[in-house]
């Protein structure tokens, strides 16, 4: 099922939208300071209009690109964060280029069609390299249907089989703070993926017996 997501936006239809960063953000900053300190390069895909990047951007000083499907959204985070130094852009993560040594998710995931979730976990594992993060508070919604949205329904086991593939699991938990209305167990769960090593197939063929 895919959603249009600039109708979402132009209809106003967007109960994600919540005029602020989610209120666990602050602290997965700080417990992660090694992984979020270091980082260079962070994008923030499916930012909406751009909470999460801003405050992600204020407290790193990385370089932080906001991107997303639906221009109406971009174009209100450079009206809302004009000043900040932050990059915005218009595009598909599906198609999106380039490298950066962490990605922050939010409401992403589930956003994205069932169909198309092994693509957004292949898109991850191009776009971080290894040793990358992905930091995510994911949204499970367990009381949705897995049909029915979005936000389209996940369990910790389809999480867990999408990503461990190409990620190991270094860190998960609950999130102590939420938006109102989200709260109640196993709603959302924070994870810290980090990228596995790359195995270089062509190396290891060549490789003398
Ligand atoms: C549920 S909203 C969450 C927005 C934001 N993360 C927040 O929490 O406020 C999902 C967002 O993902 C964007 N999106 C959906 N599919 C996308 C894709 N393939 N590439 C980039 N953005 C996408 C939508 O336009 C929408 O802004």
Redo the contacts with the bound molecule.
């Keep these: 099922m895919s959603?249009d997501?600039s109708a979402r936006y132009q209809s106003g239809e967007t109960p994600?939208?919540?005029g602020e960063p989610?209120p666990e953000l602050p602290f997965l900053l700080s417990q992660h300071q090694e992984v979020a300190g270091d980082a260079e390069r962070i994008l923030v895909?499916?930012?909406?209009?751009g909470?999460?990047a801003n405050l992600i951007h204020s407290v790193t000083r990385a370089e932080v690109l906001g991107?997303?499907?639906?221009e109406e959204?971009i174009a209100q985070a450079k009206r809302e964060y004009y000043e900040t130094g932050l990059a915005w852009a218009h595009?598909?993560?599906?198609e999106w280029p380039g490298r950066y040594d962490l990605v922050f998710e939010?409401?992403?995931f589930?956003?994205?069609a069932v169909e198309r979730r092994a693509d957004y976990a292949a898109a991850m594992a191009r776009l971080i390299p290894e040793n990358g993060c992905l930091l995510g508070i994911f949204f499970l919604n367990p009381d949705h249907d897995r049909e029915a949205g979005?936000?389209f329904g996940v369990t910790l086991d389809e999480l867990m089989g999408f990503f461990q593939g190409d990620f190991d699991l270094e860190w998960s938990e609950e999130p102590r703070r939420t938006y109102p209305g989200r709260e109640g167990k196993g709603r959302e769960l924070s994870m810290l993926w980090r990228r596995k090593k790359i195995r270089n197939l062509q190396r290891e063929w060549e490789q003398p017996i």
């Design positions: 959603v997501w994600w939208e919540k989610h895909p499916g930012c909406g209009f909470h999460d991107l997303d499907i639906a959204a595009g598909d993560l599906f939010h409401t992403c589930c956003a994205i979005p936000p």
